[in-house]
């Protein structure tokens, strides 16, 4: 990727891949903490300038992200089938600009892929990150949580489910 792109995209995005958030604990209201939590971008894969995919990444590493998904999806038999790679900011999210060997491009087109994103939020398997950002209607709020219970669950859940 070229530096000065790599430079426009930190400058105008400010991309770190983790973002800082207030944390407020219900025992200690007064003293509001920050904490870090992962943050995932819609990021497109687009071959020779056709979008193949969009997926949910986090935005460091992008070039070695497209090169795992292009090797392990069979669109590349090596990483030298790839002449070029650039990450470009889009207008939903990242694109990675990927520029195939004629042979692996025609054998991409030939075989278009049949990727659906099978759970989480959406995004993964869309094709163009102009199909994400749809507006979607709220489910009415019918259900509620006591806090302490909540509380008391979580306090235990490493009892049921090791973590590490």
Known sequence: ????????????????????IELWRRDDLQHPRLDEVA???????????ISHVVMMASPKD??????GFSLS?????SPRDIFGMD?????????????????R?????ERRRALA??????????E????IGKPVQPLPFTQTFDLNKLDDALRHLNDFQPVG
């Open 39 to 49: 943050e995932e971008v819609p990021v497109a894969l687009v071959y020779n300038g």
């Open 117 to 126: 994103g099978r759970t989480g939020c959406g995004v993964c398997g869309v």
């Open 87 to 103: 990450v470009v900011p889009s207008c939903n999210g990242l694109e990675v600009q990927i520029e195939l060997s004629s042979r």
């Open 105 to 109: 491009f025609m054998g991409l087109k």
């Open 1 to 20: 990727m070229k530096k000065t792109q790599q430079k426009e995209i930190e400058n105008v995005t400010d991309i770190t891949g983790v973002r800082q």
């Open 62 to 67: 992008l070039e070695y992200f497209a090169l």
């Open 128 to 131: 163009q990150l102009n199909d």
């Open 73 to 77: 999806e069979g669109i590349i038999e």
